[in-house]
Nanobody, 123 residues
Framework: HVQLVESGGGTVEPGGSLRLSCAVS????????LGWFRQASGKEREWVGS???????NYADSVKGRFTISKDNVKTTIYLQMKSLKPEDTALYYC??????????????????WGQGTQVTVS
């Protein structure tokens, strides 16, 4: 059983930065496709980016160049560093995991494990 716990959300002014963390309770995070998603109020869940076991990272166009995903293998934690935040980045942010080392899709239903979410408000 995989557990994911996000932290680091908060309120920030436009142009500011935040770093989200996601503690992944598995023996090896290298065996999973790991992703970040977000869901704004009244909107569908949106893929932000994902990291596969080979270290390949992909980002949604809306965050490319502003958000960075990284992983600490010792702590089995993944991070989402967000900079140049915009009001439209306001959402509940989730980390997710799929029981496969690669990330062939960004569809939320592919990811079987989800954290509880952490709120990011840019205002």
């Amino acid at each position: 059983h995989v557990q994911l716990v996000e932290s680091g959300g908060g309120t920030v002014e436009p142009g500011g930065s935040l770093r989200l963390s996601c503690a992944v309770s598995v023996s090896s995070a290298n065996d999973y496709c790991l992703g970040w998603f977000r869901q704004a109020s009244g909107k569908e869940r949106e893929w932000v980016g994902s990291l596969d076991s080979d270290g390949r990272i992909n980002y949604a166009d809306s965050v490319k160049g502003r958000f960075t995903i990284s992983k600490d293998n010792v702590k089995t934690t993944i991070y989402l560093q967000m900079k140049s935040l915009k009001p439209e980045d306001t959402a509940l942010y989730y980390c997710a995991a799929a029981n496969t080392p690669f990330c062939p899709t960004v569809v939320p239903s592919f990811f079987g494990y989800w954290g509880q979410g952490t709120q990011v408000t840019v205002s």
